[in-house]
């Protein structure tokens, strides 16, 4: 594990770059060597990405939800952590970045009262049943996943469409009812509609 005070260079999804002054969030990545095949790898940033959510749900009054793939989202839609994976097989390295006591404009933070380290020793809690349970992890993701059953918009390089979020796979492929059928969405943006 390597957990950082602050971030200049960091990178989210599809290279872009996200910062956090020093002090402000909880900046940590997990080294894990799950033995899952390939096509379920990606359970290990379902399980950051629970773990996180369980941990901010035990120290404060907010009650987070994951949006696909891999964001926690307030109820008010207000971003409060990303988490993001590198594999080099066997081992993957998941990141989290957690806004705790600052956040950029749009998004959210846990406010002053929640320390850093107990947040922490939370999620790496948390995180460690997880891993002894890899086969709960789908369905405790399905039930924490707020992109389901909403209106969604899927930016994919080469075309965007619309539709409800319908499931999950155990994949981690998110089913899109674009009306007369369901579109598989491996990888994208999806940006939730009101």
């Known amino acids: 594990m390597a957990v950082a005070d602050h971030q200049t260079a960091g990178r989210g999804r599809l290279g872009r770059n996200w910062e956090a002054p020093p002090g402000a969030a909880l900046l940590c990545s997990v080294l894990l060597r799950p033995a899952l095949p390939v096509d379920r790898l990606h359970l290990a940033v379902a399980a950051v990405a629970l773990a996180g959510m369980s941990a901010v749900t ?11 793939p891999n964001d926690l989202l307030l109820p008010d839609g207000r971003k409060l952590a990303g988490v993001l994976a590198e594999a080099e097989l066997p081992a993957v390295v998941v990141g989290i970045g957690l806004n705790v006591s600052w956040a950029p404009p749009g998004a959210a933070c846990l406010g002053e009262g929640v320390s850093r380290d107990e947040l922490l020793d939370s999620l790496l809690e948390h995180l460690g049943a997880l891993v002894d349970d890899w086969a709960a992890v789908p369905s405790l993701y399905r039930r924490a996943c707020v992109t389901l059953g909403q209106a969604v918009r899927v930016e994919l390089p080469d075309e965007t469409f619309t539709g409800v979020a319908a499931d999950v796979t155990d994949e981690g492929h998110l089913l899109v009812d674009v009306g007369m059928c369901l579109r598989t969405v491996a990888a994208g943006d999806v940006v939730h509609l009101r």
């Open 58 to 68: 035990e120290l404060s009054a907010l009650r987070p939800g994951i949006k696909w």
